[in-house]
């Protein structure tokens, strides 16, 4: 018995080829092939375990898909706000660009770019937008395991076996949290590195032990550091960066 069809844009997604919408422009264009044969009918299905391949061109489309890193400061929030908050996007101007860079900023580098893994309002550090699905995926998707780094600092008491908490134990609406590095850096700042990232995860986690953040930056995603990237400033992405 043969396996029930899915949509091929599904599918692409899935194999983390591209996001369903760029696999939407891909078909469109006829720049899928599915075991060697063009697909360029909107909503065609295929078997699953299809070969799939893009044309050249749909390749050299992806590599043109913008990503850039932003040191968010407080104060800004992630994605579309409500009428009284700025949205972190604003900081991405041409006087904003920091460093050398071959790639100056043009209006289409920020064509549906979306932010990928918010920040809160009340914290800073390392924020990372793209128009490309598949960065996307990686960092949010369900099944991601790329780790994020936090600079969190806190006051309060922890005993070590609340610090053993913080690393594995803890639940969030009711679910149990992943297992997390958590260490002291010095007597009032601790290191999270998380591989998932619920809303206000490390506040929350922090009070369930008695702790009151006072300050949280992240400073990694993945491979992708902040490094000495000022405060406001941001950049693209470089060729030789990966998440992983």
């Not at 900081?91 to 660009?97: A, H, S, W």
């Not at 990232?197 to 506040?203: E, H, L, T, V």
């Amino acid at each position: 018995m043969s396996e029930e069809k899915v949509r091929l844009s599904k599918l692409m997604a899935e194999r983390g080829i591209c996001s369903r919408r760029e696999a939407d422009e891909y078909i469109a264009q006829g720049l899928v092939l599915v075991n060697g044969e063009k697909i360029d009918q909107l909503g065609t299905k295929v078997d699953p375990n299809v070969k799939i391949t893009l044309e050249a061109q749909a390749l050299k489309q992806q590599k043109r898909l913008a990503t850039i890193i932003l040191n968010k400061p407080i104060g800004y929030v992630s994605a579309q706000p409500e009428p009284q908050y700025t949205p972190a996007i604003r900081l991405l101007t041409v006087e904003n660009q920091f460093g050398p860079s071959k790639t100056k900023l043009k209006p289409e580098h920020l064509k549906g770019i979306a932010v990928a893994g918010r920040l809160d309002i009340d914290s800073q550090g390392l924020l990372l937008f793209t128009q490309d699905g598949r960065i996307a995926k990686k960092i949010i998707g369900e099944e991601s395991k790329v780790e994020k780094e936090y600079i969190v600092r806190v006051e309060g008491k922890l005993p070590p076996d609340q610090l053993k908490l913080l690393r594995h134990g803890l639940s969030l609406d009711g679910k149990a949290l992943k297992p997390a590095i958590v260490e002291w850096i010095n007597e009032d700042q601790l290191r999270f590195i998380l591989k998932e990232g619920k809303k206000r995860q490390i506040r929350r986690m922090c009070e369930a032990v008695g702790l009151r953040v006072t300050g949280l930056k992240r400073v990694r995603i993945g491979k992708i550091r902040l490094g000495q990237l000022p405060e406001g400033k941001w950049r693209f992405l470089e060729d030789d960066e990966t998440l992983d």
